[in-house]
């Protein structure tokens, strides 16, 4: 099966070496065991998201989402097919990969700077000034004089910031984040999307977001991809031809509208027809 394909202007130039943030999944499936034989989450996944793309994924509540992020990170090895990241087969975890959960999971007796270089920490990256880059990441994501504060003395908000933060320490390729604003109200996480973009067009990594925000997904995204109820596989990918940098007045273009209706319908009901014929599951 031929994975979705990457936009032409999103390959690496020349057909040449494949980039470090190129995310490969190639008929992929995976299974929860169980005493009844096990269940399967995912199946029959093909996706291809370059090097420094934006993508979004939604789908129906318990459909899969969460399971293809984690296989992604190698937490969760698929039963079938394969996953690459930048040309190698993913295993396990790696430095080149970071999640960003809706759960924040900072460490409440570390301070915001210490919360940051957890993973710093952790590895001791050769030549890496660890409080420094710390520091860049702190002030990187608008958080520069709270340094000392501890996660109870931060908004939600400020609390997501210190994850997306402590993410992009380790400096990795591909950011997988799983409904990392699910838990703001309305008002911080379009305000947390802007910012996430912001960030984004200063560090370019590859971005898996996930979410059940239809508005999220678009603002977002170069691509949304839109799954089926599960055991989920790509139902269609949907190409958001939005001019970046994406700004509040993007959100009230006919354009936007479109792209919102289209959503809605597949998500929502009246699904149309595939090529083939019959609805798409
Ligand atoms: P989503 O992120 O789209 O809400 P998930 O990936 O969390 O969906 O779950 C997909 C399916 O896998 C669901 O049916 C869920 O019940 C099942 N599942 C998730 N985690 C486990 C687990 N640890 N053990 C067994 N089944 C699981």
Redesign the pocket.
């Known amino acids: 099966m031929r994975p979705a394909a990457v936009p032409p202007a999103q390959q690496p130039a020349g057909g040449g070496a494949v980039q470090p943030g190129h995310v490969r999944l190639d008929d992929v499936e995976?299974s929860?065991?169980?005493s009844d034989g096990?269940?399967v989450?995912?199946e029959r996944v093909d996706l291809e998201i370059a090097h420094g793309e934006f993508v979004t994924v939604v789908?129906?509540?318990?459909?899969?989402?969460?399971?293809?992020?984690?296989a992604i990170d190698g937490l969760m090895p698929p039963t079938r097919g394969s996953i690459e990241v930048g040309g190698r087969p993913v295993s396990a975890p790696g430095v080149d990969r970071a999640m960003v959960f809706q759960e924040f999971g900072l460490l409440p007796w570390r301070n915001v700077l210490a919360n940051v270089s957890f993973g710093l920490d952790l590895n001791k990256p050769a030549g890496v000034d660890r409080k420094q880059r710390a520091r860049e990441l702190v002030e990187l994501v608008g958080l520069k004089g709270y340094e000392d504060h501890h996660p109870h003395q931060l908004s939600g908000g400020m609390r997501q910031r210190v994850g997306i933060a402590r993410a992009l320490a380790m400096d990795p390729e591909v950011l997988l984040m799983?409904?990392p604003f699910g838990a703001l109200d309305a008002q911080t996480r379009e305000l947390m999307a802007s910012e996430l973009l912001q960030i984004w067009s200063l560090q370019r990594k590859t971005v898996v977001f996930?979410t059940?925000g239809i508005d999220e997904a678009i603002f977002l995204a170069d691509r949304v991809v839109v799954?089926s109820p599960?055991?989920?596989h790509v139902q269609e990918v949907i190409e958001i031809d939005l001019p970046r940098p994406r700004t509040e007045e993007v959100r009230s273009s006919p354009e936007y509208a479109a792209y919102r209706e289209r959503l809605s319908a597949l998500l929502f009901g009246r699904v149309p027809a595939t090529p083939h014929g019959r609805p798409a599951r």
């Not at 318990?62 to 992020?69: D, Y």
């Open positions: 995976m929860y065991p169980g096990g269940s989450a995912v789908g129906p509540s318990g459909c899969g989402k969460s399971t293809l992020l984690l799983d409904e996930v059940h799954l599960g055991p989920a």
